[in-house]
C-alpha cells in the first residue's frame, strides 16, 4: 500500500491501480437484493466501462436483480438516485457517470453538485446511495479507473460497497 508521505507521484498512482481500494467483507453475498442503478450518458464510452464493472461486481455477489435508469448528464444523477432509493423497490443504490476537467469548464460544478447530491440522496432515504462516479483530469485517467476483469474499476468498487451498505442497513435496522 502506498501512503502519502511517500509522494503525490505514487499516491496518484496508487489511487489509478486502484491499491486503496477497500477489501470485500468475508462471506458477503448479494442474493436476495434489488439495487438500482443509475447512469449518466456523457461521456458513454467510459461509463460503458464502469457499467461493465457494476454488472461484474453484482454478479460475483450473486445479485440477479437490477434496475437500470439512464441519465443525460452527471449533474442529474442525484435527483434520478434519490427518487429510486425513495421508492421503496431497491436495496441501494449505484450511481456511474464521468466528469473530465479537460472537456468542461464547469468541472467543478457538475463533480461538485454531482458528489453532494448522492451524499444527500442517501442520507435523505436511509437507503444505499453509492459513488461510481468518474471525476478526472482526462480520459487517460478516466480509463485506468474503468478497467475490465481483474483491473481498477470504479462502477465495480461502487457495486461491492452497494451489497456491503444495503446488508449494513438491513442488519442494524430489522
Ligand atoms: C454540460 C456537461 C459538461 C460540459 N461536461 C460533462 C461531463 O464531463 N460529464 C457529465 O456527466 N456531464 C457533463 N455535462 C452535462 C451535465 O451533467 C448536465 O447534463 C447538463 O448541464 C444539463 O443539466
Known sequence: MATKASGVTDYAAAMASGDERASVPEGLTGEG???????????????????????????????????????PGSFEIPLAAKTLAASGTVDAVVCIGAVIR?????????????????????????????????????????????????????GEEAALGAVEMAKLIRAVTR
Open 102 to 154: 479537460g472537456e468542461t469548464t464547469h468541472y467543478e460544478l457538475v463533480s461538485g453538485e454531482c458528489g453532494r447530491g448522492v451524499q444527500q440522496a442517501q442520507l435523505d432515504t436511509g437507503v444505499p446511495v453509492l459513488f461510481g462516479v468518474l471525476t478526472v483530469e482526462n480520459e487517460a485517467q478516466a480509463e485506468a479507473r474503468s478497467q475490465g476483469p481483474g483491473g481498477h474499476n470504479v
Open 33 to 71: 437484493l434489488r439495487i438500482g442503478v443509475v447512469r449518466a450518458r456523457w461521456n458513454a464510452g467510459i461509463v460503458d466501462r464502469l457499467a461493465k464493472g457494476v454488472d461484474r461486481g453484482l454478479a460475483s455477489l450473486g445479485v440477479t436483480d437490477v434496475v437500470a435508469h439512464s441519465v
